[in-house]
């Protein structure tokens, strides 16, 4: 997914199946209403979602949305985000957020395509270099 983004070998060294299975792991020790799935087609694991309510229970966040290179423009996508943002509203959540990558382009168009748009949240990271994510909200309610 960050390949082009974020340097190769911090992809190849940090961001390896078992580093990030451990890391979401821990992260998800200290999130008990974080709903989180597998995603697959015809039997095969395509991707991932996950989301929950915010502090604020007027907000949810979609904490991550990914496919797999072969399964990304055939719809699944926006399956997935309509089938994330129903559950959110049933659990009263009125509006969503997400954090993307600023230079992850075809994320951003594609969020912009199903109606998020950026508001003023911007955070810095370092994912092997120095990057910003920035936040996109949208209206469910």
């Known amino acids: ?55 604020d229970a007027n907000v949810g966040d979609v904490k991550g949305l990914y496919l797999l290179p072969p399964f990304q423009g055939q719809g699944f996508g926006r399956a997935l985000m309509d089938w994330a943002l129903e559950k959110l509203k049933a659990l009263g959540c009125r509006e969503a957020i997400l954090w993307v990558l600023e230079e992850n382009q075809p994320a951003r168009a594609f969020y912009a395509h199903y109606g998020f748009l950026p508001d003023e949240g911007r955070q810095e990271l370092t994912l092997g270099k120095p990057v910003t994510i920035v936040r996109y909200r949208k209206q469910i309610a």
């Open 1 to 55: 997914m960050y390949r082009g983004i974020l340097p190769d070998d911090f992809l190849e060294q940090e961001y390896t199946p078992e580093k990030r299975t451990a890391a979401l792991r821990k992260s998800w020790e200290n999130r008990s209403n974080e709903q989180f799935y597998i995603v697959y087609v015809d039997g095969v694991p395509a991707g991932m979602l996950a989301f929950c309510p915010t502090e």
